[in-house]
Nanobody, 123 residues
Framework: QVQLVESGGGSVQAGGSLRLSCAAS????????MGWFRQAPGKEREGVAF???????YYADSVKGRFAISQDAAKNTLYLQMNSLKPEDTAMYYC?????????????????WGQGTQVTVSS
């Protein structure tokens, strides 16, 4: 069983930065892929950033150049550094993990999910 706990969300003004963390515990050995998703009220969940085995990454076009995903294997923690935040980044952000042979970026491929952390960006 895998547990994922997000933290670091909050309220910031446009142009500001936040760093989200996702602490993982349990049987993470096979969880080669990890990612961040977000869901705004009334919208579908969308993929934001993904990482496989700490090296290969993928970003949604909407966050490319502003967000950075990283892992600290020793701490079993996933991060999402978010810079130049925009009001349209406002959403609940979820951490997810998956067993994968190649990087996957769709929600249906992820088996383990955190409870989410709220990010609110005001203009």
């Amino acid at each position: 069983q895998v547990q994922l706990v997000e933290s670091g969300g909050g309220s910031v003004q446009a142009g500001g930065s936040l760093r989200l963390s996702c602490a993982a515990s349990g049987y993470m050995y096979s969880r080669n892929c990890m990612g961040w998703f977000r869901q705004a009220p009334g919208k579908e969940r969308e993929g934001v950033a993904f990482i496989r085995r700490g090296d290969r990454t993928y970003y949604a076009d909407s966050v490319k150049g502003r967000f950075a995903i990283s892992q600290d294997a020793a701490k079993n923690t996933l991060y999402l550094q978010m810079n130049s935040l925009k009001p349209e980044d406002t959403a609940m952000y979820y951490c997810a993990a998956a067993a994968c042979s190649r990087l996957v970026v769709v929600a249906s491929s992820y088996s383990d999910w955190g409870q989410g952390t709220q990010v609110t960006v005001s203009s």
